[in-house]
DNA sequence: CCCTCAATTTAGATGAGTTCTAAGAGTAGA
DNA sequence: TCTACTCTTAGAACTCATCTAAATTGAGGG
């Protein structure tokens, strides 16, 4: 498996929770899940409403941050953050960026290698780990 | 005068002020001035007890973020996004990036031309307005 | 099977950061 | 000097997130 939850193999949201030693509790599995197969980098209180809309297990606002925390700390997502006051979640893990469009608010997902070049054009001082690009624009298609 | 405040001719704070329609009460200038002056990103916290320690302005708390807003309104500062639940704010307003540092959480700007080449990458189906890298890694020096 | 016990979930309290409100202070122009 | 608007202020309120302590769940051992 590599670190894309959402390509690759299909797999479930209760394997990758196992897979990254999380007990697969039913509110996690269907926080888990929804992530997965969202595009949509929903916040803590998305998470809240999509999941408690649509299922039977009764979901509370702190179970759905303990949960993210906890699906953070096992790296099954991703933290995004585009906005001050609020964090996105992204279960896409990959080293990958961000596009936000202004019109519309909609983020999506720029894979890294579009932008891979940049690790390297800061000089000798700078001992790079790692970067974030955040694009701001318009989508011409959508 | 360019956009960027910090280089070119010495403009004081006051001055800045006038020229972007902000009119320059003792309080905003004492703010304008400590973030021309600082290299640090501060928060709104900092900026408050910075100001307030060393001035004998009185200075309240709401006075500090409505000047903020007040100033990024103006285009006099501009707010930094790093990390979840707080804003910091840098008077270089100029098209520049962020280096973190992890070991120490020191901000430092890295200059647009640097990374300029970024805005090209993405493809037709992206109208790119602008864009921000946030590099985490480690100064060799300093 | 059914205890036991640790992990998980929960409602509500709490906390951090920021904005709002309404009253007082300052100030430019008549 | 008066007026009228702008700015500042203290504290309330709001939003997002975390904490607390009690209830629930469920896996493993008898």
Same mark, same amino acid.
């Given at each position: 498996? *590599?670190?894309? !939850? %959402?390509?690759?193999?299909?797999?479930? /949201?209760?394997?990758?929770?196992l897979a990254r030693g999380v007990k697969p509790t039913p509110q996690r599995v269907v926080i888990a899940d929804y992530l997965l197969q969202t595009l949509s980098h929903p916040t803590a209180d998305d998470v809240l409403s999509a999941v408690s809309e649509a299922l039977?297990?009764?979901?509370?606002?702190? *179970?759905?941050? !303990? %949960?993210?925390?906890?699906?953070?700390? /096992?790296?099954?997502?991703?933290?995004?953050l585009t906005e001050p006051g609020r964090v996105r979640y992204d279960a896409n893990v990959?080293?990958?960026?961000?596009?936000v469009d202004v019109r519309t608010g909609k983020i999506v997902?720029?894979?890294?290698?579009?932008?891979?070049?940049?690790?390297?054009?800061?000089?000798?001082?700078?001992?790079?780990?790692?970067?974030?690009?955040?694009?701001?624009?318009?989508?011409?298609?959508?």
């Amino acid at each position: 498996m *590599t670190d894309h !939850n %959402t390509s690759d193999k299909i797999i479930t /949201a209760e394997q990758l929770l196992l897979a990254r030693g999380v007990k697969p509790t039913p509110q996690r599995v269907v926080i888990a899940d929804y992530l997965l197969q969202t595009l949509s980098h929903p916040t803590a209180d998305d998470v809240l409403s999509a999941v408690s809309e649509a299922l039977p297990v009764a979901l509370s606002r702190a *179970t759905v941050y !303990n %949960t993210l925390n906890t699906l953070k700390e /096992a790296g099954v997502i991703k933290e995004v953050l585009t906005e001050p006051g609020r964090v996105r979640y992204d279960a896409n893990v990959s080293h990958h960026h961000h596009f936000v469009d202004v019109r519309t608010g909609k983020i999506v997902d720029i894979p890294a290698e579009k932008v891979e070049a940049i690790g390297e054009l800061l000089g000798d001082q700078y001992k790079v780990h790692g970067f974030q690009v955040l694009f701001y624009g318009e989508l011409k298609q959508n």
